[in-house]
């Protein structure tokens, strides 16, 4: 391992020297056209250089790019239906980044300083999934998708349920914000995967380490932010349809979203967005998984009314899924559950089938947001309260014909955020806002106990602010939170109702820095502390986790976590040739909550496994690399590295359950075949995934079998887009596990049992449209 680390540094070495020079016309310029209320990415616009005698249109993510560009003075006009002509004049000098923001009022000719875009973001470690990568990987998970940022795994049950693990961490640990808002779906532990339909998402960030102080308490492993575009306000109708085939599991996904912009009421718009999808049994190499369907049925509707300095916006999405939970998975006693581990093959024969049966799960999540937002003289001020409902019915194999679900758990949680962007004082410019929420958790009588009643008020203030200097970029921020819980535990052979209260307080902090001196070469160094009051799963669980087929063990005397962390991270970039980047991490937790194997036991819904949730101090250091390359301007090479060292410090040993280290690379070249048919593309990608051999010395004592062996993935794709009457259609085929390699992942809970899925060919068409000439009458 370390010669192979070794040689990657010398070879990116190597690069670095080899493209170092750069000629003074052979400046790039990335622009981004932003919305100046919300700063949502704006489609479509034209820009035209007034010098360059040059138009450029800009993608769906709001992304044109200006290449080879000489030094000296520009005059840049933007068109968008809707929008009024905006004028700006630019002075450059070397590669870097632009954003422009267009409003429903005029601008006058103004210069604008060439900076990065990304000045008022967290100064952190980040991975980027844009628009372009999710509808080129349409139909799979949210989990799924994140796989393909550094740094990032998935810890799944099977091929159906699949959540994102970053340098880790995963579940509690990681908070995910869907359209600005704290999904409230992992607090009945960390089998669930989020429930978010990943087709709402305009672009994907995950924000890798300890971020608390802005998205809260729990953010000690990360966050990922799922972001939609802005509300079309621009006159006419708009939208997209778009359509999946995998062979696999057969499984279909269609989607489809319709937008429009008001003539009459200025700054008015609504849209609306759906997706259907069921998959049948999916295959491994030679068998089928028994029991392993999928069924989606999601929409969503959102209505925005912006003007220049007042904006409000309403959202509601409703996620419904019906997942088959694999047959073999549920065991009647030792004997089978041994026999089960042991064999190479399933024991549940199966063939095709769309039908889910006992064990099964159905999930619902409704989530409503109201926003408002409005300029004031201290600056940007915005009021956000969000409603959601979580409902999840758990289906276990019982004796006789029943209708019925063993567990169903409802989750209700309130939110509230005020948040202030001031303006900037003496050079300093930061947020101040505070948080509120409300949370029941209630089951229905007469239901297997897994997670008991509970009420969970909490309350949060934070500020965050920045300084800027030249070349440098100093951050600091600052939190405080505080969580109530008020538990009603049924206890005893005759459950009797037992009333507990529990009081959390702690505060958290960061401070960044950001130097960059050269404009394509910048670093980072972030120190930053979090913590974690233990939720009631980990708690009061005591019972079968229906989805991951084990028996979960809380305790009560569970502490909060607290971690202290420090990123060090260097970037590089020479556009259209080389791209760097480097991230080395340290996180230290104190009462690190996890899940530790203990003996199986035998109940009268099956035999299972059984783990408890204890504490330890725990250690993680880790370094995620990566290195994109362009050879000549069509082909592009990639090469990302991820390892990771987790240690329990109590015990002078490793954790269980952390990710292997795994390296990965991919070839892809592109090409243009006239006017109609462009942006052609083949590509091939490949990961390998070490045997994870850092686990405690007493592994065999606490679980069994080891960790499975090392394995090679390879996927192949390919896409074209072809124009008709001004219009693209994107097809494109995708083929997964291209060598129908039989493999295990030592995070997926259903390693004891079954292989991962065997080859997979996806078929995907995209249609969006856009029409000015039909114009609402309101």
Known sequence: MNRVLIAMILWLMVLVQHVYAQDTCNINIKCRV????????????SAYIDEMKREFEVDEDGRFEIDNACSGTYHIHFHAAGYEHLVKEIKISANASLKFSLSH????????????????????????????????????????????????????????????????????????????????????????????????????????????????????????????????????????????????????????????????????????????????????????????????????????YKRAHFGVEAFYSHFNTKLGIYRGSHTGNQADLMAAINSDTPLVNAGFSYQIDRPMQHVVHDLAKLKMNTD??????????????????????????????????????????????????????????????????????????????????????????????????????????????????????????????????????????????????????????????????????????????????????????????????????????????????????NDFIYLKPDADILTIRGYFKSFRYTQTNAWLNGIDASVRYYPVKSLETHLKASILFARDVQQKDWLILMPADRISGGIKYSFNLGKTIKDVYVGADGRYVFRQWRIPANFDQIDYPHPPADYFVMDAEAGVTIMRSGHPIYFSITVMNALNQQYRDYLDAFRYFINQ??????????????????ISKN
């Open 34 to 45: 932003v919305e100046t209320h919300s700063g949502q990415s704006l489609f479509p616009v």
């Open 105 to 304: 009022i005029d601008k006058e000719l103004a210069e604008v300083v060439v900076s990065d875009d990304r000045a008022k973001t967290i100064i952190q470690s980040k991975g980027n999934i844009n628009r372009l990568d999710i509808v080129s990987n349409s139909g799979k998970t949210l989990g799924d998708m994140l796989q393909n940022v550094n740094g990032v795994s998935v810890l799944s049950n099977g091929a159906t349920i699949a959540k994102p693990v970053i340098h880790g961490l995963h579940s509690n640990r990681i908070i995910i914000l869907n359209n600005g808002i704290r999904q409230e779906d992992q607090q009945w532990g960390g089998e669930h995967a989020p429930n978010i339909d990943p087709f709402l998402a305009n672009n994907i960030t995950v924000l890798k380490g300890a971020s608390g102080v802005r998205y809260g308490t729990d953010a000690i492993g990360g966050v990922v932010l799922v972001e939609p575009s802005a509300v079309r306000t621009m006159i006419g109708w708009g939208g997209e349809v778009n359509l999946a085939g995998f062979s696999n599991n057969r499984m279909g996904v269609a989607s489809a979203t319709v937008e429009h912009g008001f003539k009459y009421i200025k700054g008015l718009g609504i849209r609306l967005q759906g997706t259907l999808k069921q998959g049948g049994n999916y295959h491994i190499p030679d068998y089928w998984a028994a029991n392993t369907g999928t069924e989606e049925q999601n929409y969503s509707a959102t209505m925005a």
């Open 376 to 589: 004031t003289r201290a600056g940007a001020l915005s009021l956000v309260y969000a409603y959601q409902h979580n409902y999840r019915q758990e289906y276990d194999i019982i004796r006789g014909n029943s209708d019925k679900a063993q567990l169903n758990l409802t989750l209700n949680t309130q939110s509230l955020n005020l948040n202030l962007e001031h303006k900037p004082v003496a050079g300093i410019s930061g947020q101040v806002g505070i948080d509120g929420t409300y949370q029941e958790n209630y089951m229905r009588d007469g239901d297997r106990v897994f997670i008991p009643n509970y009420r969970s008020p909490g309350f949060a203030a934070y500020i965050i602010e920045r300084y800027r200097l030249n070349k440098v970029t100093l951050e600091a921020g600052a939190r405080y939170d505080y969580r109530h819980y008020e538990v009603f535990n049924p206890e005893g052979n005759n459950q009797t109702i037992v009333r507990y209260l529990f009081d959390y307080s702690n505060a958290s902090g960061t401070i960044g820095l950001r130097y960059k001196p050269k404009p394509n070469w910048e670093w980072s160094v972030t120190l930053a502390n979090a913590w974690r009051a233990p939720q009631a799963s980990e708690l009061f669980s005591s019972g079968l986790h229906h989805g991951a087929a084990r028996i979960e063990l809380g305790d009560k005397k569970l502490k909060p976590e607290k971690a202290y962390s420090l990123n060090i991270e260097t970037g590089y970039n020479v556009p259209d040739k080389l791209h760097l980047e480097l991230s080395l991490y340290s996180q230290y937790i």
């Open 757 to 774: 899925p065997g080859t997979n060919v996806v078929l995907r068409l995209r249609v969006p449209f856009n029409f000015y000439g039909l």
